[in-house]
Each structure stands twice: as C-alpha cells, then as structure tokens.
C-alpha cells in the first residue's frame, strides 16, 4: 500500500521557521524523483521544490529561492522542506508528491501525500 504522509505543518509567526517531513513506504522510494507543493485557498497548487532520486540536483520556485531547502535520506524513505523567514504568503496546504518514469515508456508512476497545513501568521 503506497503512502505519503507529510507531518511539521502549524501555526508560526512571519520571519520564523518551519521543517516538513514526508515518510514515504509501499514502493521504491529511491526511485522516484520528490517534490512538495502547495496550494492556498483559492489558488491552483504550485510546484515549491524538486529533488531528484539520489538528492543530486534540487529546483525550486522563485518565491520560495534562498529560503526554503528540500533534502531527502533514502536511507530512511524520507524528503524534508526546512521553510525559513516565512511569510503570511507562504500560507497553504503542503503536499509531498513521489514521481517516477518508466524509461521508453509513456508510463508515469505519481503518489501524493494528504497535505499538511502551513499557517504564517502574528
């Protein structure tokens, strides 16, 4: 049974600190490429950060650039986000998502996690 559950979410003041976890299990987590997304009410989920299966190469968007870091432990089939100088904009629902291509084939293998909400607020 494939799962992702993301966990850290909560209330925190603009300028403080957050770190999300997402605990994969159910399929070759090393395989997959991860990334968290977001979305806010009323607003279309956005890609946040990217990291690829080994944790080699990581993306992000520009909003979140020099303040957010995606890392992930294979070791123990986990991806973090560690959110810093967070600001009420960053307010959303986090998801996780596990994405993985079958080479020469069209086939794509994608999971999403039930969200975690982020609230920045004083």
């Known amino acids: 049974q494939v799962q992702l559950v993301e966990s850290g979410g909560g209330l925190v003041q603009p300028g403080g600190s957050l770190r999300l976890s997402c605990a994969a299990s159910g399929f070759p987590f090393r395989s997959y490429a991860m990334s968290w997304y977001r979305q806010a009410p009323g607003k279309e989920r956005e890609l946040v950060a990217a990291?690829?299966?080994?944790?080699?190469?990581?993306d992000y968007a520009d909003s979140v650039k020099g303040r957010f870091t995606i890392s992930r432990d294979n070791a123990k089939n986990m991806v973090y986000l560690q959110m810093s100088s967070l600001k009420p904009e960053d307010t959303a629902v986090y998801y996780c998502?596990?994405?993985?291509?079958?080479?020469?084939?069209?086939?794509?293998?994608?999971?999403w996690g039930q969200g975690t909400q982020v609230t920045v607020s004083s």
């Open positions: 998502r596990a994405r993985a291509l079958v080479l020469f084939t069209p086939t794509v293998y994608e999971y």
């Open positions: 990291i690829t299966t080994a944790g080699g190469s990581t």
